[in-house]
C-alpha cells in the first residue's frame, strides 16, 4: 500500500476525509484548552503523534524495511512549519475571535499560489484565482465576518496563514520524493513538536496532570490520532500527485465540516448565511478539481 500510488480522485477524497478530521479538531482543540496552554497543548499533540505511532510502526517488518533517512530530512522543514503555524493560530485566538481567525486563516488558500509563483516559479492559473476568490467569499459568510477592526490576534492569525502556505508548498515540493507517507508523518510530527514544547519549557509552567479534564485527554488523543497522524498522512500521499494550490483549496472544507461538527458537539447554530457560505466553499472546492483535474491527472 505504501508503494502504489493513488489515482486523482481517491487522493480528493482522502482529502475531503482529511479536511473532516480537521474540521473535528476545532472540537478536540477546545476540549483539550480546558486543561491546557497553547503551547503545552500543541507540544503534547505532536509529541504524543510520534510516541502512540512509533513502536506500532517499527514493530512491523515492513514498515522497518521502508524507513529510509531521506523521509526524516524531507520532514524536517514542514514539521518546523507546522509546528509553528498551530501555534500562531492558537495564540491569535486567545486575542481575536472565532469568525476573524476563521477567516484570515483561510487567506493560506491565497498565499499558496501567490508564494509558489513567487518563489518557485510555479504557474498562476486565472481559474484557480476565480475558486479561491469564491471559497473565501463563502469563509466570510460561513464566520460571519462583519468587521474590519484588527488587533494583535488577527496579526498573529495572518502570520499563521502565511506560514500554513509555505507548509503546504513544502510538502508539495518534497512528497513525491518522499519513501513512506506514514513515516514523512510520523517524523514531521516529531520536529512540529519542537517550537512548541520549547515554548512551553521557556514560557509557561508545567501542567498539573493530576487535575487534567477527561475532556481534554479525549481531545488530545483525537488530535494526535486523527487530525495529526491520519489526516497528515493522507496530506503526504495526496501531494505526491494533486498540486499544491488544489490541496490548499480542499483544505478549506474543514470550514463547513468544523461548524457542523459545532453544531453537533456544542450545540453551535447555523444562520441561513453560514449555511449558504458553507455551499460556496463546497462548489469552489468541486469546482477547482473540475478545473484542475488534466493537470493533477
Given at each position: 500500500?505504501?508503494?502504489?500510488?493513488?489515482?486523482?480522485?481517491?487522493?480528493?477524497?482522502?482529502?475531503?476525509?482529511?479536511?473532516?478530521?480537521?474540521?473535528?479538531?476545532?472540537?478536540?482543540?477546545?476540549?483539550?484548552?480546558?486543561?491546557f496552554t497553547p503551547f503545552w497543548l500543541t507540544g503534547l499533540?505532536?509529541?504524543?503523534?510520534?510516541?502512540?505511532?512509533?513502536?506500532?510502526?517499527?514493530?512491523?517488518?515492513?514498515?522497518?524495511?521502508?524507513?529510509?533517512?531521506?523521509?526524516?530530512?524531507?520532514?524536517?522543514?514542514?514539521?518546523?512549519?507546522?509546528?509553528?503555524?498551530?501555534?500562531?493560530?492558537?495564540?491569535?485566538?486567545?486575542?481575536?475571535?472565532?469568525?476573524?481567525?476563521?477567516?484570515?486563516?483561510?487567506?493560506?488558500?491565497?498565499?499558496?499560489?501567490?508564494?509558489?509563483?513567487?518563489?518557485?516559479?510555479?504557474?498562476?492559473?486565472?481559474?484557480?484565482?476565480?475558486?479561491?476568490?469564491?471559497?473565501?467569499?463563502?469563509?466570510?459568510?460561513?464566520?460571519?465576518?462583519?468587521?474590519?477592526?484588527?488587533?494583535?490576534?488577527?496579526?498573529?492569525?495572518?502570520?499563521?496563514?502565511i506560514v500554513a502556505a509555505f507548509q503546504i508548498l513544502e510538502?508539495?515540493?518534497?512528497?513525491?520524493?518522499?519513501?513512506?507517507?506514514?513515516?514523512?508523518?510520523?517524523?514531521?510530527?516529531?520536529?512540529?513538536?519542537?517550537?512548541?514544547?520549547?515554548?512551553?519549557?521557556?514560557?509557561?509552567?508545567?501542567?498539573?496532570?493530576?487535575?487534567?479534564?477527561?475532556?481534554?485527554?479525549?481531545?488530545?488523543?483525537?488530535?494526535?490520532?486523527?487530525?495529526?497522524?491520519?489526516?497528515?498522512?493522507?496530506?503526504?500521499?495526496?501531494?505526491?500527485?494533486?498540486?499544491?494550490?488544489?490541496?490548499?483549496?480542499?483544505?478549506?472544507?474543514?470550514?463547513?465540516?468544523?461548524?457542523?461538527?459545532?453544531?453537533?458537539?456544542?450545540?453551535?447554530?447555523?444562520?441561513?448565511?453560514q449555511l449558504a457560505g458553507g455551499v460556496v466553499i463546497l462548489?469552489?472546492?468541486?469546482?477547482?478539481?473540475?478545473?484542475?483535474?488534466?493537470?493533477?491527472?
Amino acid at each position: 500500500m505504501e508503494h502504489r500510488q493513488i489515482s486523482p480522485n481517491r487522493a480528493v477524497a482522502e482529502l475531503v476525509f482529511a479536511a473532516s478530521l480537521w474540521g473535528f479538531g476545532f472540537i478536540a482543540l477546545k476540549w483539550g484548552l480546558l486543561s491546557f496552554t497553547p503551547f503545552w497543548l500543541t507540544g503534547l499533540r505532536f509529541s504524543l503523534t510520534f510516541l502512540l505511532a512509533a513502536p506500532v510502526i517499527f514493530l512491523s517488518r515492513r514498515m522497518r524495511r521502508s524507513a529510509r533517512t531521506l523521509d526524516f530530512k524531507l520532514s524536517i522543514v514542514p514539521g518546523l512549519l507546522l509546528g509553528l503555524t498551530l501555534i500562531l493560530q492558537t495564540y491569535g485566538l486567545q486575542y481575536t475571535s472565532v469568525a476573524k481567525s476563521g477567516f484570515i486563516t483561510c487567506l493560506y488558500a491565497v498565499f499558496v499560489p501567490l508564494l509558489g509563483w513567487l518563489f518557485w516559479g510555479n504557474s498562476l492559473r486565472a481559474q484557480h484565482l476565480f475558486w479561491v476568490f469564491l471559497s473565501l467569499c463563502g469563509a466570510a459568510a460561513i464566520c460571519e465576518v462583519q468587521s474590519l477592526d484588527l488587533n494583535i490576534g488577527d496579526g498573529y492569525t495572518f502570520l499563521c496563514a502565511i506560514v500554513a502556505a509555505f507548509q503546504i508548498l513544502e510538502v508539495g515540493r518534497t512528497a513525491h520524493r518522499t519513501h513512506s507517507p506514514l513515516l514523512f508523518t510520523l517524523w514531521q510530527s516529531a520536529w512540529a513538536s519542537v517550537p512548541p514544547l520549547v515554548g512551553a519549557l521557556l514560557m509557561d509552567p508545567w501542567p498539573d496532570l493530576s487535575n487534567v479534564h477527561p475532556l481534554s485527554v479525549a481531545g488530545i488523543l483525537v488530535l494526535s490520532l486523527g487530525a495529526t497522524l491520519l489526516a497528515f498522512g493522507i496530506q503526504a500521499r495526496a501531494q505526491k500527485i494533486l498540486d499544491s494550490s488544489i490541496v490548499s483549496l480542499l483544505f478549506l472544507l474543514e470550514s463547513p465540516f468544523g461548524a457542523a461538527f459545532g453544531y453537533v458537539f456544542l450545540g453551535e447554530l447555523l444562520s441561513r448565511g453560514q449555511l449558504a457560505g458553507g455551499v460556496v466553499i463546497l462548489l469552489a472546492a468541486l469546482g477547482s478539481v473540475l478545473t484542475d483535474r488534466p493537470r493533477a491527472a
